[in-house]
């Protein structure tokens, strides 16, 4: 059964920098598109982005081009976020999850999910 884990989360100050991880867990990871995700408090859970099963290819949502940077280590079987110029907005609790790679979409209709990791960014 496939299990992603998030940790990281933390509590910065804007401006500041902080590195997400997401362990993988229960099935080959590179036959898996991979992606990060956020919910703040009152709003619905948002892209944040995503890398496909061979870290070639990366999608970022608008918000957070040139500041976050997703990668991959298929040796490890993890996925980073690092998040740098941190801003209110970032605020939110981060979900790492899990696409089955049947096919070249790595954006959307991820099967797994983790439990979330609380990101907080004070102004």
């Known amino acids: 059964q496939v299990q992603v884990v998030e940790s990281g989360g933390g509590l910065v100050q804007a401006g500041d920098s902080l590195r997400l991880s997401c362990a993988f867990s229960?099935?080959?990871?590179?036959?898996?598109?991979m992606g990060w995700f956020r919910q703040a408090p009152g709003k619905e859970r948002e892209i944040v982005a995503t890398i496909n099963w061979s870290g070639h290819a990366t999608y970022y949502t608008d918000s957070v081009e040139g500041r976050f940077t997703i990668s991959r280590d298929n040796t490890k079987n993890t996925m980073s976020l690092q998040m740098n110029s941190t801003k209110p907005e970032d605020w939110a609790v981060y979900y790492c999850?899990?696409?089955?790679?049947?096919?070249?979409?790595?954006?959307?209709?991820?099967?797994?999910w983790g439990q979330g990791t609380q990101v907080t960014v004070s102004s």
């Open positions: 999850a899990a696409k089955f790679a049947s096919g070249s979409d790595y954006k959307s209709a991820f099967q797994y």
């Open positions: 229960g099935d080959s990871f590179t036959i898996y598109h």
